[in-house]
């Protein structure tokens, strides 16, 4: 089911992004739900562009469109580099203020739970998230996200702490070897 509505565009973020991604980063509507700091820059996120098309990283950060505006960003990236944990990914999601609610975080939910589950061997997607933001909550459960705990004062938001979820999706059908013979169904 194709999740992208026609008036957006889902496309891999690119170095001339940075300045719109910098603005909507800071945008106090949409730094309130993140775990990110305010006050980012073009040359921050310009970096963190260029360091993310490297790659030895691993790292997918995908940006949304309406008419040529930055309306939301969404982006993958190892949870880790311990051998153990490379079958994990981290994910992050933010969506400008003027286009919540307005199926951005799904359509970039679905292109970045596809790219996970058809294009890397990532079998376990991992994020953090403030309790209280329900409308993403809502939107991770759509995709298969369990909650899996609270963090208890996780994080500083507006001078206090502020509790977080911890959730997680894995895998719905884990890809197997084409070469493994298939099991025939018993008498």
Do not use: K
């Not at 490297?54 to 949870?79: T, Y």
């Not at 409308?135 to 991770?140: D, E, G, M, P, Q």
């Not at 719905?172 to 493994?180: A, K, M, V």
């Amino acid at each position: 089911m194709n999740r992208i509505p026609s008036w957006l565009t889902i496309r891999r973020a690119a170095a001339g992004d940075a300045e719109a991604l910098a603005r909507m980063m800071s945008d106090p509507q949409v730094a309130a739900g993140l775990l990110q700091l305010p006050y980012q820059t073009e040359a921050m996120w310009r970096q963190r562009i260029v360091d993310g098309h490297d790659p030895a990283r691993q790292e997918l950060l995908l940006v949304a469109e309406r008419d040529g505006q930055l309306v939301g960003n969404g982006g993958l990236r190892p949870a880790s580099v311990a051998v153990r944990r490379q079958h994990a990914a981290g994910l992050g999601l933010a969506v400008a203020g003027s286009h919540q609610g307005q199926g951005v975080g799904t359509a970039l939910m679905a292109a970045l739970c596809d790219y996970a589950d058809h294009w890397t061997a990532w079998s376990r997607i991992e994020l953090t998230v403030f309790t209280d933001n329900h409308t993403a909550i809502r939107l991770y459960e759509r995709f298969g996200f369990v909650r899996e705990g609270v963090h208890r004062g996780y994080a500083l938001r507006g001078g206090r702490y502020s509790d977080v979820f911890s959730m997680a999706r894995l895998h719905p059908s884990p890809p197997r070897p084409d070469c493994l013979p298939v099991e025939e169904p018993g008498p």
